[in-house]
């Protein structure tokens, strides 16, 4: 519960665990209030006052950077195949990919190179699902480099055309890496797969950097952060 100055609140709240302290995040390490205490004169008893003190202690958190997705046109808005060379039956549809349009027959791949660095660990993510209750679609994924760097095969729902999200990470070998999905459905009549929301993401590893960072002497983690220089940023 929120309280502010003059409110009030009962040992029943306490011990419902609805009251509580929140920091407002900033670097101080020490906060209090002040309160008094009724028990609504009984027994005679008067008001009591008293302060209550807080001690903080700072945790060095990572911070969050947020990695271009290294696709073009992964989420299809350009409403065409832009980034993206396909075989058999692939094309866009509203603003996603579909596999054995006119119930033509697998295989159907659509594949996308991208530029990487060997020895980065990198993120899939992408979407998807089949467009009929009680049948489903089956999708092959591959990521090559100089080798195969990751396949998996997933089957679309059958009992329901809502999108489900997959998520794989690969290691690169190589600076070019190509993603391949591939419709390998043994039946696509009146039914069909289709992907969206494709992105491949470079994973960030980060070291703990304190005041007394010798390798950095001078520098602010403000600055460390906006070069990504130093020993904040590692790759393992």
């Not at 070291?207 to 390798?215: F, L």
Request: hydrophobic share 35%.
């Amino acid at each position: 519960m929120a309280i502010g100055l003059n409110d009030t609140f009962t040992q029943a709240d306490i011990d419902a665990g609805v009251v509580s302290y929140d920091h407002d995040g900033s670097q101080n390490l020490a906060d209090s209030f002040e309160f008094t205490l009724s028990d609504g004169g009984e027994d005679g008893a008067g008001t009591a006052a008293g302060t209550f003190n807080f001690t903080m202690t700072n945790v060095n958190d990572a911070p969050i950077i947020a990695k271009p997705n290294l696709l073009i046109n992964g989420n299809f808005s350009t409403g065409d195949l832009t980034g993206w060379a396909t075989t058999g039956t692939a094309g866009v549809g509203v603003s996603e990919l579909r596999f054995g349009g006119g119930n033509a027959p697998s295989p159907h791949s659509a594949t996308q190179t991208f530029t990487t660095t060997a020895g980065e660990e990198y993120t899939l993510t992408f979407q998807y699902r089949d467009v009929r209750a009680g049948s489903s679609q089956t999708m092959q994924i591959q990521v090559n480099g100089s080798v195969n760097l990751l396949q998996e095969t997933i089957v679309s729902s059958v009992g329901g055309t809502s999108y489900v999200t997959y998520n794989y990470t690969f290691v690169a070998d190589s600076s070019s890496t190509a993603l391949t999905f591939t419709d390998i459905s043994p039946n696509s009549v009146a039914n069909d797969g289709y992907i969206d929301s494709v992105s491949i993401t470079e994973n960030v590893h980060f070291n703990s950097i304190g005041e007394e960072d010798s390798n950095n002497s001078g520098q602010t983690i403000a600055t460390l952060i906006g070069d990504f220089s130093g020993d904040l940023i590692s790759h393992p």
